[in-house]
């Protein structure tokens, strides 16, 4: 482990995949601010924001890789660690971050499963399972689920009741996906200002 986490002649490779994932999150981003003005479904316009959110999520799996590995692969997890460490560092990133939030990764890793506990959990009241265009406040009522709700004004996706305030997510993205752009017109370096990668 002594390049921390990545080699040298690796960097590229990390640089474009950083790349790509900010890169589609911002592209879905931009479709969504273009389209929500016009006259479009809610479920379509909830679909882009989902499809942004999920970039992001993927994203930030750079920087805070998922825990696998602790036993069949104890050396991978350790790579995993030191490379997500070096890349935070490189990208001035820390636990203040927006990616760095779980709740955002796991509402698209573990769909699924937190569907069940939603569905478990809430037993009663007034059900919504189509897709809204409102304000959040709606969600704030205990016994009303949104399933899926978008406000577009405070630019807020709720999903199962919970809320995801995406503009910190955009803008930080559209940090990082610049700093990646500098970084890889730079031969896969980055700038003299931050850290070097």
Not at 48 to 76: C, D, M, T
Not at 105 to 111: D, I
């Amino acid at each position: 482990m002594g390049y921390e986490g990545i080699v040298p002649y690796c960097k590229a490779f990390y640089i474009h995949s950083i790349m790509y994932s900010a890169g589609r999150c911002l592209e879905s981003f931009d479709r969504y601010s273009q389209l929500k003005k016009e006259d479009i479904s809610p479920e379509y316009l909830i679909c882009i924001v989902q499809e942004a959110v999920g970039h992001a999520a993927a994203l930030s799996r750079y920087f805070w890789p998922s825990p696998g590995g602790k036993k069949k692969e104890p050396n991978q997890r350790l790579l995993k660690e030191n490379r997500g460490e070096k890349l935070c560092k490189a990208f001035d990133l820390d636990h203040t971050s927006p990616l760095y939030n779980r709740d955002l990764r796991n509402a698209w890793e573990h769909f699924d499963e937190r569907l069940d506990n939603y569905l478990l959990q809430n037993d009663a009241g007034y059900f919504f399972p189509g897709c809204i265009v409102d304000s959040h406040a709606l969600a704030d009522d205990p016994v009303g689920h949104m399933f899926k709700l978008l406000d577009p004004e405070e630019e807020c996706l709720v999903l199962m009741g919970k809320k995801y305030f995406f503009i910190p997510i955009y803008e930080e993205v559209l940090r990082i996906f610049n700093m990646a752009r500098e970084a890889d017109n730079n031969g896969s370096r980055l700038n003299a200002e931050s850290s070097a990668l």
